[in-house]
């Protein structure tokens, strides 16, 4: 309560500054009208009591408090006042700011608007504090009316504060929701910029945080309207054009991303634009089964383009290769060719090449592991995973049984979320359940590849352990820093061949020991597999034969994988097998485009004079569960090739479905024939395409046979090393503490 002891006005004029500072807004009111009725001439101490009443949301009050100051003023002195409240304003503004109490500095921006409505700098301050406050919405953007105020100052540039300008629509863009009206607001604004080229680098990146946090391609079409609003902006990008393509990709429009990956083409001014316009394409093309042949032809281009690239950059080392170049431009080579030798050696050269450029453009921030410290035996080793795939996705999957088994007197487990947000909204329940629950420590981490390092270089991790491999841009470019003393690539893809991996994870079928040849880093094979897991969930299945027209005694092969793995060669062998067992059918499912997948199987079936009616091609369905339930409709599944299964294989071994597949040379070609060895099943596994025929047919001809096969399957749920875990998980312990002795052994050598 105000002191009643108050009686002159330099106690007042303290007591109501004091007042209005510590937000005691009704005492100021008191102190303030008393100073009024003292001295009814001293108009300046309305300006403070409006603030007041505004304050504790008498606006009115406000309001006409400010109006009966101006009207006992002539002009001049009108100005001066107005300056005052102005600066009354801004400093009460500023300091909600620095106690971030932004929803009261957002009201007297929006006052301040109404007393200065041309100042640009004003209004752009005023939507950031709204931005922070999450008080910004399209409505609110129009009646700031900054476009209408550029539009008048645009003759002035020196009233408008670029940087400020172009920082407001980027912090818009980070924190808009993908709505469309906003977009326009965003485009019509950014046109005021002299180089809006910051504002589109920022637009392609919330497109591509959209893409790739859009399960099922549900918002497919934001990410579109983010990148077509770029486009707008500078309609001559690559990187823009190059998006937009990858969009249709992701969204299963593939007849259309070929089309306009083509012209893409058209349009490329160099050798490295043509590699990734030519990737677009034949990404586009593997996963139209009626066109996959073209990909073959599209494949060999980039593979000489690329061995130009590499001569030119080992002749000018200065330049810099970003990291899409390394990872995206070998990664459909394994599903169409199974030459390791040839693969490895691009795949190697290229991650060196990257390695030697992101170091030296990094060499000053100091981000590269260089710590050889010896440890003390009381300390627990420190193991890292970075991912973007511990989720429901095969990654996270197979994973996920070493975060339940690890022992925590010995390890630390730390497990980094990487997403494509700068705003994180938080873990999916599955990942919560699976990994950051069951971790010493867990985070999400976003942003560039050196903030995610440092991150984990103050973790002080002694084992960095990949998920992704190549199919992350940004965690391969994290693990070229080298943020942990040792680093690991295990399970994602085939080996990233950066020099800073030290170690790959492998068993003894799937990689022979002639590979270790051709990889960079060490092959470290573990005792009996490299994946393990302890089950999956199986729930009711959706299929049954009656529903597919199916006779109960037809034999049913089964084929449920990517388009992209479907090469010609496996679709003929497995119309092949349909051809030699009468009675039988073959169900087909997987990502890609459905009619070319019709049109390539049934086109190839008329030639070899198989009826279309012994296909069924099956929709996908929303659960991972009910599609593992849905394998009990097989009799045998026909594997493909040269990228042969790898969950799906371990689904269809847990189901006890016989399998058929191809044994190939490299990594993906190996997986499921390691699987089934691991197994111990030895039926169903060919060394060439007559084999492969061969299997097919005998497994489908030979009831028994399936029953045997069927029978073991489900004994080596007992006994197979493919369904313990825990015990992987010990041999995947001693794996990292003989890695860490070797580390130490080596580190004391060399100082």
Request: net charge negative; with cysteine; hydrophobic share 40%.
């Amino acid at each position: 309560m105000p002191s009643s002891n108050i009686v002159s006005l330099d106690e007042l004029q303290r007591a109501s500054q004091q007042a209005l500072q510590t937000d005691n807004f009704e005492e100021a009111i008191t102190y303030l009208e008393q100073i009024i009725e003292k001295q009814p001439q001293a108009i300046q101490y309305r300006l403070p009591l409006g603030l007041a009443y505004l304050l504790i949301g008498q606006e009115e009050a406000a309001q006409l408090t400010w109006a009966i100051a101006f009207s006992e003023v002539d002009e001049a002195d009108g100005e001066f006042l107005l300056g005052e409240l102005v600066q009354l304003l801004q400093a009460k503004i500023e300091a909600y700011e620095r106690q971030e109490k932004w929803g009261l500095a957002d009201l007297l921006y929006q006052h301040l608007h109404q007393l200065t409505p041309t100042d640009t700098n004003s209004i752009l301050k005023g939507i950031q504090t709204a931005l922070k406050g999450e008080l910004l919405s399209r409505e609110r953007l129009e009646n700031t009316g900054l476009l209408e105020t550029l539009e008048t100052t645009i003759q002035q540039p020196e009233a408008i504060d670029l940087e400020l300008l172009d920082a407001t629509l980027q912090e818009v863009i980070i924190r808009d929701d993908g709505n469309r009206d906003l977009l326009s607001w965003i485009e019509e604004t950014a046109r005021y910029l002299p180089n809006p080229e910051a504002v589109t680098h920022k637009l392609y990146e919330k497109s591509i945080q959209v893409r790739m946090r859009s399960p099922y391609n549900s918002n497919s079409s934001k990410a579109l309207a983010y990148i077509d609003a770029a486009l707008r902006l500078d309609g001559t990008n690559f990187g823009l054009k190059h998006e937009r393509v990858f969009i249709f990709i992701k969204s299963a429009r593939y007849q259309e991303a070929a089309t306009m990956a083509e012209a893409l083409l058209m349009d490329c001014e160099n050798k490295q634009e043509k590699v990734f316009a030519k990737c677009l394409l034949l990404d586009a093309l593997i996963h139209l089964s009626d066109r996959w042949n073209d990909s073959q032809s599209h494949l060999e281009d980039i593979l000489q383009l690329l061995r130009e690239l590499i001569q030119e950059y080992s002749e000018n080392p200065g330049l810099y290769m970003p990291s899409a170049l390394a990872t995206r431009s070998l990664f459909f080579y394994q599903y169409i060719k199974d030459n390791p030798v040839e693969y490895r050696s691009l795949q190697n050269q290229l991650a060196q090449i990257y390695v030697d450029s992101i170091q030296k453009q990094h060499e000053e921030k100091a981000v590269i592991s260089d710590r050889v410290q010896v440890l003390g035996t009381s300390r627990k080793l420190r193991i890292g995973f970075l991912s973007e795939c511990m989720t429901k996705h095969s990654v996270g999957w197979l994973s996920r049984w070493i975060f339940q088994h690890y022992d925590r007197e010995r390890f630390e487990f730390y497990c980094y979320f990487k997403i494509y947000t700068t705003r994180p909204e938080g873990l999916d329940d599955f990942s919560q359940e699976w990994f950051a629950d069951l971790s010493t420590g867990a985070c999400i981490v976003y942003g560039d590849p050196e903030e995610i390092a440092k991150i984990i270089k103050q973790d002080d991790i002694d084992i960095l352990v990949d998920l992704d491999s190549v199919t992350s841009e940004k965690n391969y470019a994290t693990f070229a820093l080298k943020p942990a003393r040792i680093q690991v690539t295990w399970l994602g893809y085939d080996a990233t061949g950066l020099p800073t991996v030290d170690y790959f994870l492998a068993d003894r079928f799937v990689l022979p020991d002639h590979a270790d040849d051709y990889y960079t880093e060490t092959i470290w094979r573990m005792p009996t597999t490299y994946i393990a897991v302890d089950g999956f969930e199986v729930s009711v299945p959706s299929l049954r034969r009656d529903k597919l027209d199916i006779p109960a005694d037809a034999v049913v092969y089964f084929s449920a994988q990517t388009a992209a793995k479907r090469h010609p060669d496996a679709v003929r062998c497995q119309i092949e097998i349909l051809k030699q067992v009468p009675n039988s059918y073959l169900l087909l499912k997987g990502k890609g485009d459905a009619d070319a997948l019709r049109n390539s199987f049934l086109q190839t079936a008329e030639e070899e004079g198989i009826a279309g009616d012994r296909f069924r091609f099956l929709p996908p369905v929303k659960h991972e569960s009910t599609h593992r339930a849905n394998l009990s409709i097989a009799d045998v599944v026909l594997d493909t090739f040269p990228y042969t299964g790898a969950t799906t294989t371990l689904e269809t071994l847990w189901m006890g479905i016989p399998l058929v597949t191809l044994v190939g040379n490299q990594f993906t070609s190996r997986n499921s024939y390691a699987m089934l060895r691991h197994a111990g099943i030895e039926a169903g596994i060919a060394y060439s395409q007559e084999e492969y025929i061969e299997w097919g047919v005998r497994l489908g001809s030979d009831a028994a046979l399936r029953e045997q096969v069927k029978r073991q399957l489900w004994r080596s749920r007992q006994t197979s090393p493919l369904w313990n875990a825990k015990q992987f998980t010990r041999d995947l312990e001693n794996a990292f503490e003989q890695m860490w002795q070797q580390y130490l052994e080596t580190s004391s050598q060399s100082n």
